[in-house]
């Protein structure tokens, strides 16, 4: 059985639980709590951080009111009196499900699962089918935040994060970015084998880390990266909040920030962002080119939405203070679609911290995915071939010998002209008719003119015929 099909028997089970009245969201939460037990049971060791008593082997021997009540008292006791990474994802866990047979039903079915060939395929890569499947099912709600797959690690394969480098995401929903830096990390490196024990530690324990501010999300991450075998820290917080201020020092940033505004019209509550804005995005990107090093070597790829790149006020300082401290390389207007939030426009900024704040960003390529594009969505999904002529571009050795309409540069000088507008770089759109391709108006008119006058004359002519006629 592959993956893809343990995946789909899983996601199928919640309509077990549509009676109970649970959500797409709740339900992924609850799989969540008993998925842990039954993986931990799979993977050698892994039980160790979970008393007897609540174990996998325990909890499927229960039915009846008796497995509801052990349950509840399972999450419970995880969710207080144990510590670390256990105590993370079960802390403030509760259960939705009122019907017994409902949670012996699922609980029989996931144990009767091919636990054999999901372990040989990887347990990670089973749970974040599981998460992409809840963002692909509208009805879930979660497609608002959830970064395509393709997408991520496109920007991680251009980012190249290294060994021994200090990677984070201030957004981090599920975990999806730093899983794709882990995995880059491994498979650049033959797995860490060839690694000092120092190195291996680090790599474990402190080169991955996120915040995210959803508790639900949060717990997803924490499930995430266990069983990705990443130990690092993941904060339940506000990257927003005075928690943020410690966030800095990193080699990579990759993240996709959430839109929009804070409510009320709230401004972040930091102290050390030079332009306050109630504009989130706005206040991510001017978090993110600061938590990066000054060391000329430190680089962010990060998804933002049109806005970002034309609003004025704040927006333009922030971008012109982007430009300064950092050197705006590249843009990618992302095609639309590719969001679950339909009609967002999105695109990627790629740039790299500089040793100094002043005039790092000389020049700023561009590159169109978005015009002339196929309409992407659930049924035509986004692919890695589609970003083949950009990722050529990006790491051509001479970028102005790359010979691509879709690829097009401006310069710091000519961006400042524009009023320090990023919304560059896209081409002409085949399905607008320009205004030069119009008729001019006045020509128009007149030919208007001479056609009524023709008619006229016509007319007079065969009322000049009837008259002879009626003679």
Request: hydrophobic letters at 35%.
């Amino acid at each position: 059985m592959t993956t893809q099909e343990i995946v789909s028997k899983l996601w199928n089970l919640c309509n077990v639980l549509r009676d109970d009245g649970i959500t797409y969201q709740n339900y992924l939460n609850e799989l969540t709590y008993i998925l842990f037990l039954k993986m931990c049971s799979e993977i050698p060791g892994a039980e160790e951080q979970i008393p007897e008593k609540y174990r996998w082997a325990n909890l499927v021997k229960k039915d009846g009111i008796a497995l509801k009540d052990f349950y509840k008292e399972l999450l419970d006791y995880l969710g207080t009196k144990t510590s670390g990474r256990v105590l993370e994802i079960y802390a403030g866990s509760q259960t939705s499900i009122d019907e017994p047979k409902n949670l012996e039903k699922i609980i029989k079915s996931i144990d009767a699962l091919d636990w054999f060939s999901a372990k040989d395929e990887g347990l990670g890569d089973l749970y974040e089918g599981l998460l992409e499947k809840n963002a692909t099912e509208k009805k879930s709600g979660a497609g608002q935040y959830f970064t395509p797959r393709v997408l991520i690690d496109v920007m991680t394969e251009l980012v190249k994060p290294q060994l021994g480098e200090k990677c984070n995401d201030p957004a981090c929903g599920t975990f999806g970015f730093m899983i794709s830096a882990h995995k880059y990390v491994l498979d650049h490196n033959d797995n860490l084998i060839h690694c000092t024990s120092e190195q291996q530690e680090f790599e474990d324990s402190q080169a991955f880390t996120g915040t995210e501010l959803v508790h639900d999300t949060h717990r997803l991450a924490l499930m995430n990266a266990y069983l990705h075998d990443i130990n690092g820290k993941i904060t339940l917080g506000d990257t927003l909040s005075s928690i943020g201020m410690e966030m800095k020092g990193y080699d990579v940033v990759l993240t996709n920030p959430p839109f929009g505004t804070k409510k009320g019209g709230e401004r972040a509550l930091r102290t050390d962002l030079t332009y306050t804005t109630s504009n989130k995005q706005l206040n991510f990107l001017q978090h993110i080119y600061r938590s990066l090093k000054a060391d000329g070597k430190a680089r962010a790829a990060v998804v933002l939405p049109d806005n970002v790149l034309f609003a004025d006020g704040d927006g333009e300082k922030i971008r012109v203070d982007l430009m300064n401290k950092c050197n705006l390389h590249t843009v990618l207007r992302l095609p639309t679609g590719i969001f679950y939030a339909q009609g967002v426009k999105t695109n990627v900024l790629f740039f790299t911290r500089g040793k100094t704040d002043k005039d790092n960003t000389k020049e700023v390529w561009f590159y169109d995915l978005r015009t002339n594009m196929p309409s992407f969505g659930k049924t035509n999904q986004l692919k890695k071939e589609h970003f083949a002529n950009f990722i050529k571009a990006y790491e051509a050795s001479d970028r102005t010998k790359i010979k691509d309409e879709r690829w097009n540069c401006f310069t710091r000088e000519q961006i400042a002209a524009k009023g320090n507008s990023l919304d560059l770089g896209l081409i002409r759109d085949e399905s607008i008719l320009d205004y030069e391709d119009l008729p001019d108006p006045i020509e128009s008119a007149q030919d208007c003119i001479d056609q009524l006058e023709m008619a006229a004359d016509l007319i007079k002519e065969v009322v000049r015929e009837l008259k002879k006629t009626e003679k």
